[in-house]
Nanobody
Framework: QVQLVESGGGLVQPGGSLTLSCSLS????????IAWFRQVPGKEREGVSY????????DYADFVKGRFTISRDSSKKQVYLAMNNLRPEDTAVYYC?????????????????????WGQGTQVTVSS
């Protein structure tokens, strides 16, 4: 059974940085597209960043462009989200999600129902 496990969340001051990790118990990471989503209580889960593991294609939501960077280490079967210049509005539970890369078209990269595998989430709190 494939499992996704997020780590790296925590409390950080505005302007600070955190790097989240997502470990995937898959045989081959390059078969998957992986996305980071986030959710705050009372709001819908929203897509943050995407990577197609095979070729490294990335995509970002407008509200994180220039601040967040997604990357992967196929040998370690891990995906990272480096978050810089964090703002209070980035406070949320961050989830990683994975799905077969050939099934996720560009227009669906940030669609929750495009992904069948989800982690449990990690809390990120940006506060002074």
């Amino acid at each position: 059974q494939v499992q996704l496990v997020e780590s790296g969340g925590g409390l950080v001051q505005p302007g600070g940085s955190l790097t989240l990790s997502c470990s995937l118990s898959v045989v081959r990471l390059d078969l998957y597209a992986i996305a980071w989503f986030r959710q705050v209580p009372g709001k819908e889960r929203e897509g943050v960043s995407y990577i197609k593991s095979r070729d490294g294609t990335t995509d970002y939501a407008d509200f994180v462009k220039g601040r967040f960077t997604i990357s992967r280490d196929s040998s370690k079967k891990q995906v990272y989200l480096a978050m810089n210049n964090l703002r209070p509005e980035d406070t949320a539970v961050y989830y990683c999600a994975a799905g077969p890369s050939w099934e996720i078209q560009p227009t669906r990269r940030f669609a929750m129902n495009a992904y069948g595998l989800w982690g449990q989430g990690t809390q990120v709190t940006v506060s002074s």
